[in-house]
Every structure is written in C-alpha cells, then in structure tokens.
C-alpha cells in the first residue's frame, strides 16, 4: 500500500445478547438497542455528514415474515432524518397498541426495526457522488438467510483495479470499481461459495433441505470467508457486516488504519470508530472499551459467542 488515506466515515454496531423482554423491562422500553445506535452516531457526526443509514436483523422470525431492515437517508441532516423514522415506526405501534407495546414478542413481530442486530454509518463521500442510493449499510439480498448479506465501512482502498478484474475472472460483471461494490461482491462470492460447499456436503448425508439449511445456520464459518475474501485487500478499512441469519462483524485492515473499537457484557456488545464515544453512551470505564486489533475480526455469531480472531497477518 502506497497511499495515505485520510478520509474517514463512520460505523457503530449493537448486537443485544439478551431477549427483547428483558429490556423493556430494565429500561423500560423497546428502543434500547436503538436509541444507543443513534446516540454512537449522533456522537461521531464529525465522520460524515453526506449520509446516514441503519440496518437492523430479526432473529428467529418465520417464513413469509420480513427480518432485514434498512433506512438511509442523504438528508441535509441525515442523522436525524433516519433516527426520526425509527421512532416514527415505534411511536406508531405504542398508539395503536399500548397494551402490546410491553410484550416484547409482540413488538418484535410488528414493529420495523425491533430486532438484536444493528448496523449503522456515517458517510464520508469520497467520490462527489450525493445521495441516499450511495448511503450505507449495503444489501446483497438471497432468498436463503445465509447469503443475505448487509455491509457498511470505513475503507478506501488502493487496488480497485485489481480487485475487480478478480472479479471479473470469477465471471462476475461487476457494475462499477467503486470500494463497496468490490468489497460486498468479493464477500459475498466467498459467502455464496461457502453455503454451496454446505449444501453439498450434508446433501451427502442424507439430510432433507430444511435440515441442511439449518445446519448451514450452525456451521458456517464467516472467518474462513472473510480470511478468503480479503486476502488481496490492500487499504485502510473497517467493515461491519451482518448475515441474513443472524451473525455479526467486524473487520479492521492489518496496519490498523482505520480505527474500531468495541464493548461487550452480558447485555450487549457494542462497536464503533472512536473508544470515547462508546465509553460515553454506554456509561463505562475507558479500559472496558477494547480496540479491535489490526487484521482481526470481532464476531458475534447467531448464538450469540462473541470471539475474536485474526483475519490477516498484522502488518
């Protein structure tokens, strides 16, 4: 890499590790999770003011039910605009439903949003492109929940060229060299071909294909896809991402150019670009906010295990 990169956006993340239930009843209200996620972003504004957007993940919900959920916005104040359509969703099931509201099940089968996994962005425009349809978090969107694929990031690399011919070799036709069309179709090339290389082996076995999807929920690795996908990354990145089923990340480049940092307790793990503003929302001591190491990925799976473990050689 040859490059500075000085450009910075924005990303902050909340995995709740508990049900829905048990903070309603310990804040008494079904925003938990949410009014924390835009209080990351309120507070790391100076990171981008072209854009905001905020993805959320429902856990466990039938067929025939939505679970991925996304608003952006490239308003002249695009913070507010989208936290004010999260409330807007909320506010509208409390009036319509009191009772309910307080029935954390409830709220998660009809309301927008309410689910354990969020992901949120701040955009830094890089390239003089305006507007929503360039705002963050991105979807690769599957009919099977293990390829749907959510990302959002801090990164500009340096290889794009490359990369794309990669991609090209692949037998892709990519529509353009921009950083996040590269890195959502690299990720999910890999992602496609880990759910293919499951599929085939419990097809083996003998397993139905609803048994098969269920034990692709339970085995798929993301660290051997992300150690696949970006092995000829080149830059400074952090990239968030989540997948249709329920399993978070959190990836940083291995000469740690873009910063990430995170929290994690028996409530919640939370992550975000800069160590004073989770301290600060989350009302914790400086030392329990970690760094997440340069070429290591945070992960929290489906299960909700949070590990960590190195993606790419540090450099």
């Given at each position: ?10 990303i902050a ?26 209080l ?6 100076n ?31 695009p ?6 359509r ?35 962005h ?5 390239c003089?492109?305006?507007?929503e349809?360039?705002?963050?978090p ?31 070799e692949?037998g ?25 290389f499951l ?49 978070l ?22 992550v ?36 960590m ?7």
């Amino acid at each position: 890499m040859s490059d500075w990169i000085g450009h910075e956006c924005g990303i902050a993340a909340i995995r709740l590790l508990k049900p829905l239930d048990y903070y309603i009843e310990k804040y008494n209200s079904p925003m938990y999770a949410i009014n924390k996620l835009i209080l990351l972003m309120e507070k790391q504004h100076n990171r981008g003011q072209d854009g905001a957007g905020v993805a959320a993940i429902k856990l466990d919900m039938p067929p025939g039910e939505p679970y991925i959920f996304r608003t952006r916005s490239a308003d002249k104040d695009p913070i507010m605009h989208v936290r004010d359509r999260l409330v807007r969703a909320f506010a509208k099931a409390r009036e319509s439903h009191p009772e309910e509201y307080n029935d954390g099940e409830w709220v998660k089968r009809n309301v927008l949003f309410a689910g354990e996994l969020f992901l949120g962005h701040l955009r830094y425009g890089t390239c003089g492109a305006i507007g929503e349809s360039f705002c963050h978090p991105f979807l690769r969107q599957n009919n099977w929940m293990t390829r749907n694929l959510v990302i959002a990031g801090n990164f500009n690399l340096t290889n794009n060229d490359e990369l794309f011919d990669i991609l090209v070799e692949l037998g892709q036709h990519p529509r353009n060299k921009t950083d996040t069309v590269l890195v959502m179709e690299k990720i999910g090339h890999f992602l496609d071909e880990a759910n293919d290389f499951l599929f085939r082996k419990f097809r083996k076995e003998g397993l139905s294909r609803t048994e098969i999807t269920q034990r692709i929920i339970d085995e798929l690795d993301i660290c051997r896809t992300l150690k696949k996908a970006t092995r000829s990354f080149d830059g400074g990145y952090v990239m968030a991402g989540m997948i249709g089923h329920g399993d978070l990340f959190v990836l940083r480049d291995p000469n740690g150019i873009r910063p990430a940092f995170y929290y994690q307790d028996e409530e919640i793990v939370a992550v975000a670009s800069e160590r004073p503003q989770l301290q600060t929302v989350l009302n914790v001591p400086i030392e329990a906010v970690k760094e997440i190491e340069p070429g290591h990925a945070l992960v929290v799976k489906r299960s909700g295990e949070v590990k960590m473990e190195q993606i790419n050689e540090p450099g």
